[in-house]
């Protein structure tokens, strides 16, 4: 009894971080990863291994932000920036989820089409409506609880490795140390990796998340919260995401471990479309393996998109001082809304650009890692200032966590960069 109740104590904790996680390993992560895991086998799990605490750290100071402040993360972006600045900053934000949700819901269209076949955009339009409509209809906690089950598919990859012979020994180099290379290719998967893994719209989401755990809170204790209540939940935040950020990572470090052991193994080295990703599955799911990359796929673009969107509708209300939150009701919130759903529709829309799935799901990975750059920069100023967060702005070692993953996303960006300048 004394163990379920220390499990079922663990679980009230998680949250945020928990779902925040869940939505990392989007379309497009899987997609990125996938692609590593078949272009250069075991030579960029290290990656995986050393973002993982770099992600935990700036996913903490995302956190703490929301919760100190009790404001979303544009909110107080307006407090320490220049209006001019923060605009720019959340017009990025908007600009890349955006191309995230198109590109996602297009990967969510082309598993659908694996499975049942039908016209070619149909189920993206299908898909977009659904992503707009239902967390009006809904809210986003009840969806979890519906497609939360579908992205279980993705411990078929966990499966995979455990089926397969793993030479250990020759992975495991791969995954202690970097073995850097030149050329277009490798720096843009390194930076697809890292923004598919440390990204900007995860960092609004859980900021306003807390901010929104805040001020119920508030409501309901009109006091003065007192600085032990408010380290109580800071260590709340932390085992919360710490959890979250390392469950995401494993199902990230398994699709690419999976996609070297069985595609880059076999010589498919570069992956076009959703059916040659779903490959890796077939060891242990044999001709279903089509079916479990479909369900993982959708279940988690269900729940990705209507964070991305989310993410770009909350930064833009703060900005505008407009009510937001997906506890309100449409009449409510419609500024909120309009965006969120705007975000959506115009997303759907890309899926009529002529380019395939797979790549535009990198594509957007690496927008993501090139935007989230100035984006950090901003959140470790906020994060280390007094007029922010109080007694409560980072301590030392969290301050050098944060700015070393800041140093490594720029380091990635600018080693793409300098590979595309003709010489």
């Known amino acids: 009894m004394t163990l379920f109740r220390q499990a079922q104590s663990f679980a009230d904790k998680l ?127 009840r969806m979890v609880r519906v497609f939360k089950w579908l992205t279980l598919a993705l411990l078929a990859y966990v499966a995979v490795i455990l089926a397969l012979h793993t030479r250990w020994n020759s992975v495991l180099p791969g995954t202690l140390w970097p073995n850097l290379h030149s050329g277009k290719s490798y720096w843009m998967m390194v930076v697809a990796v890292l923004g598919t893994t440390i990204s900007p719209y995860l960092f609004f989401w859980q900021a306003t998340q807390e901010a929104e755990i805040r001020q119920r809170l508030s409501h309901t204790d009109t006091g003065d919260p007192g600085t032990a209540f408010m380290r109580e939940h800071l260590y709340r935040i932390k085992l919360d995401t710490t959890f979250g950020m390392s469950f995401s990572n494993f199902i990230a470090f398994c699709i690419m471990l999976a996609t070297a052991l069985t595609l880059n193994q076999h010589g498919i080295t570069d992956i076009q479309t959703t059916r040659q990703a779903a490959e890796a599955l077939r060891p242990i799911a044999g001709d279903f393996a089509f079916l479990m990359f479909s369900l993982g796929i959708i279940g988690t673009g269900m729940l990705a998109v209507p964070v991305l969107a989310g ?16 506890d309100h009701r449409l009449t409510e919130a419609r500024g909120f809304y309009g965006v969120l759903i705007a975000a959506t529709m115009i997303g759907t829309l890309l899926d009529f650009a002529p380019v395939g799935a797979i790549q535009a799901l ?56 300098w590979d595309f300048i003709p010489r």
């Not at 993410?311 to 997906?326: M, P, Q, T």
């Open 362 to 417: 990198i594509w957007s990975a690496i927008a993501n890692g090139i935007i989230a750059v100035p984006i950090m920069v901003a959140m470790m100023v906020m994060a280390t200032r007094q007029d922010v967060l109080g007694q409560f702005v980072l301590t030392r070692r969290h301050r050098a966590l944060g700015w070393l993953a800041t140093a490594t996303m720029a380091i990635a960006v600018m080693g793409m960069g």
């Open 15 to 141: 949250g945020p971080g928990l779902i925040t996680g869940a939505a990392d390993d989007d379309p497009s992560g899987i997609a990125t990863y996938s692609q590593a895991g078949a272009q250069y086998g075991a030579g960029l799990l290290w990656s995986v291994v050393f973002t993982t605490p770099l992600m935990i750290g700036v996913q903490m100071i995302s956190a703490r932000i929301g919760w100190v402040t009790g404001q979303g993360l544009a909110a107080s972006l307006l407090r320490v920036f220049p209006r001019w600045m923060a605009m720019a900053l959340i017009g990025l934000l908007v600009v890349a989820n955006t191309l995230n949700i198109g590109a996602d819901i297009a990967a969510m269209s082309e598993a659908s089409y694996l499975m049942i076949g039908g016209p070619e955009h149909g189920q993206a339009i299908l898909f977009g409506l659904l992503c707009a409509v239902l967390p009006v209809l809904l809210s986003y906690e």
């Open 311 to 326: 993410s770009a509708a909350y930064a833009v209300a703060d900005l505008f001082k407009w009510r937001a939150g997906l």
